[in-house]
């Protein structure tokens, strides 16, 4: 064969293959554009949300107050919700590339600032007296508050019992709770002061503004996983308008998980908050046991 003609054979070749790789790119563009949600990737997403929201919010139910309502007597309240957040299309679609913990990244973040948070820190907002204590003086300075086990509870978060004389007094009267914020802290407070945790139910203008699909009845809690690739849903997109996100290479899809838990307290409430000295962090001045007032003061009588 001729080199003119081996010339001529090979580019041919090349502009072959180049054509034929720009025509698999432009397939593989068009499917991943086109790609339905997987049905059973998308219901893993509900269900392991569901599971993780649930499980967080039952791990308070040890501190929900006895009662359901507080008729007559005024309150406080404090809201904790759900969010929402974009991903890659490509982790809720059949054959694409593996994204580890797709299913669960949402709920996990949910659990850890929202849920794990705001709750332990209503706490705070609704303390009356907070007393800083040596680990030496912890349980007498419990037993200085009159701690009743029957009428009072003891509320633990990131509670560090290294060094604390006698704890095992105390031990099985204290309730732990999870807590993202707050670390070595007891809240001392009478059993009809707990708050009262309600969930909400979502107005149904919201439920349909973000497509969500009740996940969990009792609690209250919602799902939603809109494409964001699809024309139908260029109105959830405009949300998002102020991201720099061109949607049109970049392909995601709305996670959404709400709900709205109500953490309600009686204005009044006596509750008492008590912090354990630690060399690592600066507390304040110390209180002696002297300092410690009655928990429930004692009622005056008259001669």
């Known amino acids: 064969m001729k080199k003119k003609e081996i010339k001529k054979l090979k580019k041919k070749s090349s502009k072959f293959i180049d054509v034929l790789e720009s025509s698999i790119e432009e397939a593989i563009e068009d499917a991943r554009l086109n790609a339905d949600i997987d049905y059973e990737k998308e219901w893993e997403f509900y269900e392991k949300s569901k599971g993780a929201i649930v499980g967080a919010l039952e791990k308070f139910d040890s501190i929900q107050n006895s009662e359901k309502d507080f008729e007559g007597e005024p309150t406080i309240s404090f809201g904790v919700n759900g969010t929402m957040n974009l991903f890659q299309k490509s982790a809720f679609t059949t054959g694409d590339i593996p994204h580890l913990n797709a299913d669960t990244i949402l709920s996990q973040q949910i659990v850890y600032q929202n849920i794990n948070y705001y709750i332990p820190n209503a706490f705070l ?3 009356k007296k907070r007393y800083l204590l ?17 009428t009072d509870i003891m509320v633990a978060m990131n509670l560090n019992v290294y060094g604390i004389d006698d704890f095992q007094k105390i031990e ?15 809240f001392v407070l009478p059993k009809a002061d707990l708050p009262i945790l309600k969930h909400k139910e979502l107005e149904v203008s919201e439920q349909q503004e973000h497509q969500l699909g009740i996940l969990d009845d ?7 996983l809109i494409d964001l690739t699809q024309d139908a849903n260029a109105n959830q997109r405009e ?10 290479t970049d392909l ?15 204005a009044n409430a006596n509750v008492v908050q008590i912090n354990i ?11 002696e046991l002297s300092a410690i007032e009655k ?8 001669d």
């Open 252 to 266: 995601k899809v709305q996670l959404t998980i709400a709900f709205i838990t109500e953490v309600v307290w009686k």
């Open 239 to 248: 949300k998002w308008k102020n991201s720099n996100i061109d949607f049109a």
């Open 125 to 127: 907002s609704a303390r």
């Open 218 to 224: 009792d609690r209250k809690i919602y799902g939603s």
């Open 295 to 302: 928990l429930v003061p004692k009622k005056e009588t008259n």
């Open 277 to 287: 000295e630690t060399s690592l962090k600066e507390q304040g001045i110390v209180n």
């Open 172 to 186: 099985e009267y204290i309730t732990r709770v999870p807590s993202t914020g707050l670390k070595n802290v007891l």
């Open 134 to 150: 040596r680990k030496e003086d912890l349980v007498k300075g419990i037993e200085k508050l009159g701690f009743d086990t029957d």
